[in-house]
């Protein structure tokens, strides 16, 4: 999936130009937020049923399809009346967006159970095999088309043949033996969970997604396009954040708290070691890198070099939200990423304007820093946390110790 999408947006770059590609970054970036109000975030919340009750996988499975697909409806309507005067390139890419985020709430179907039982090759086998597929697909369909807006479709195409994939892997290989089934009480239980996180998925795409909308704003489509092109690039890294926690998510759930303590302390100073090595080799090859994927623009390498050190607490805030989540602390999880949203966007209004995108890069890691780490400190909830990442921080310059307790995380996962 990485590959695609790093893929996709040199070829969008180098077929619409660094302007279009802006527009295409503006409405990715409009649609994502519209889908962070109507889209309720239950992912980690039916992973953890499943994880408490496999018997039961069909009933949460499905009712939590059933509450994004509702909310899907909404997501179009909403993006068809923001977007109906919009032109042929905004058109055409809503409507591939649209295509695509359907079928990735229908593929959750298969992913939210591999999450749970730990089986993460199968959808990696889904993966790369829809990729396989992908590539003489799209050339197939590059030659058939006579106008170059039609390549913004590219985005859809990938999604639904990893969606067709993955039902054959799911059924077939994997051989999934939970049914259709809607639990209205669960249903309505997602529903109450997923309202009451809507600002705290709100405010995370505010603060990762408005910096493309005020980009545009105060600059325009050129350095809005630069300024997505890099962060395509970061945050195809950024992703991985993600995949790594949920994998462990399943196991963090089932530890004593004092475990899940220790266990996410190595897991952040193993990642930010990875992370403090993977920066630095990012800023040495990133006018390579940039130039061989988009073309000669110092400022997409500029951008990369200094936005990929937001990998540092992206990745260790990936673990301590889900240490919030396995403890229900949501109110927790709510506030800081308001806080952070908040920080954001307020910096943004000075940074953009007078140090460009840039400017935006270090609004970011301000904002990140404080989501995934700062906040922490002010509810009693999660000021053991903070004192666990900090020590885990500390880790990184005692090897000796970071050894001994990465040995003895092997016997919680025994």
């Keep these: 999936m990485l590959v695609f ?9 180098q077929t619409l130009g660094i302007s279009n590609y802006g527009q295409w970054a503006y409405t990715l970036n409009m649609v994502t937020i519209i889908i962070s109000i109507f889209i309720l975030g239950i992912d980690v919340i039916v992973i953890k049923d499943i994880v408490n009750n496999k018997n039961k996988t069909g009933e949460y499975i499905y009712s939590g399809i059933i509450i994004q697909l509702i909310g899907f409806v909404f997501v179009m309507i909403t993006s068809l009346i923001v977007f109906d005067n919009s032109d042929i390139i905004i058109k055409n890419a809503i409507t591939s967006i649209l295509i695509a985020n359907f079928f990735i709430i229908l593929s959750k179907s298969f992913y939210w159970n591999y999450s749970a039982l730990v089986e993460s090759k199968y959808r990696t086998i889904a993966v790369v095999i829809s990729f396989l597929i992908f590539i003489p697909v799209i050339s197939v369909y590059l030659d058939l088309i006579k106008n170059k807006e039609y390549v913004l479709f590219i985005y859809a195409i990938y999604y639904v043949i990893q969606f067709v994939v993955s039902w054959f892997v799911n059924k077939y290989l994997f051989k999934a033996s939970y049914v259709f089934s809607i639990n209205k009480n669960k249903c309505k239980e997602y529903s109450k969970v997923g309202v009451s996180l809507i600002l705290s998925t709100l405010s995370v795409m505010l603060f990762t997604q408005t910096d493309v ?20 690039l970061s945050t195809s890294i950024f992703i991985l954040a993600g995949i790594l926690a949920n994998t ?10 004092n475990d899940k303590l220790q266990f996410i302390k190595i897991a952040i100073t193993t ?4 992370c403090i090595i993977g920066s630095f080799i990012t800023m040495l ?12 623009n110092n400022n997409i390498s500029l951008v990369l070099s200094f936005h990929i050190w937001c990998s540092l607490f992206i990745f260790s805030g990936a673990f301590t939200s889900r240490y919030l ?20 966007i307020g910096l943004n209004l000075y940074t953009i304007p007078t140090f460009g995108i840039i400017g935006a890069v270090g609004s970011s890691f301000v904002a990140y820093l404080i989501a995934n780490y700062l906040s922490l400190i002010i509810f009693k909830e999660s000021r053991m946390l903070f004192i666990t990442q900090s020590k885990a921080y500390m880790l990184i310059f005692n090897p000796i110790q970071y050894i001994k307790e990465l040995k003895g995380i092997k016997c919680l996962f025994q």
């Design 5 to 13: 999408q790093i893929w996709m947006a040199s070829y969008y770059v």
């Design 248 to 257: 462990f998510y399943p196991k963090i759930v089932k530890l004593t708290n």
């Design 213 to 232: 909308l005020m980009i545009k704003y105060f600059i325009g489509n050129t350095a809005t396009g630069e300024f997505s092109a890099a962060t395509r």
């Design 325 to 344: 989540y396995a403890n229900e602390f949501y109110k927790v999880e709510i506030v800081k990423t308001i806080l952070a949203a908040i920080v954001n």
């Design 271 to 274: 990642v930010t070691i990875f």
């Design 285 to 296: 090859i990133a006018p390579y890198l940039t130039s061989s994927l988009y073309g000669e």
